[in-house]
């Protein structure tokens, strides 16, 4: 990355502080412009008013009172890399993530 260019941005969708911290002090390491949430409303704003180039999501996605699914976040930001991440054994919940 050069002087003059935009650090790439990463945002991270967690529920745990812990994680959440620990991501972004990593990616903060690694020169990324790094947002946090812990809402999917709140994610679902950013990806309408800023550039993400990559979203890393805890799966399963918390509650949320906006309707807002993991396809939606798909649709509202088709250049924005996700990447889902979970403690969760079921494979269902990855096939879920992967049809979104």
Request: net charge positive; glycine share 4%; with cysteine.
């Amino acid at each position: 990355m050069s002087a003059m260019s935009t650090p790439p941005r990463i945002g991270f969708l967690t529920r745990e502080t812990a994680l959440r911290k620990t991501l972004q002090r990593l990616a903060h390491q690694k020169g990324y412009q790094v947002h946090t949430s812990t809402t999917l409303d709140n994610v679902a704003h950013l990806l309408a008013t800023d550039r993400i180039d990559v979203l890393v999501l805890e799966l399963p996605l918390p509650p949320h009172g906006a309707g807002i699914q993991l396809s939606h976040l798909c649709n509202a930001a088709p250049r924005t890399a996700l990447i889902g991440i979970s403690a969760d054994p079921h494979p269902e919940l990855a096939a879920e993530a992967l049809r979104a």
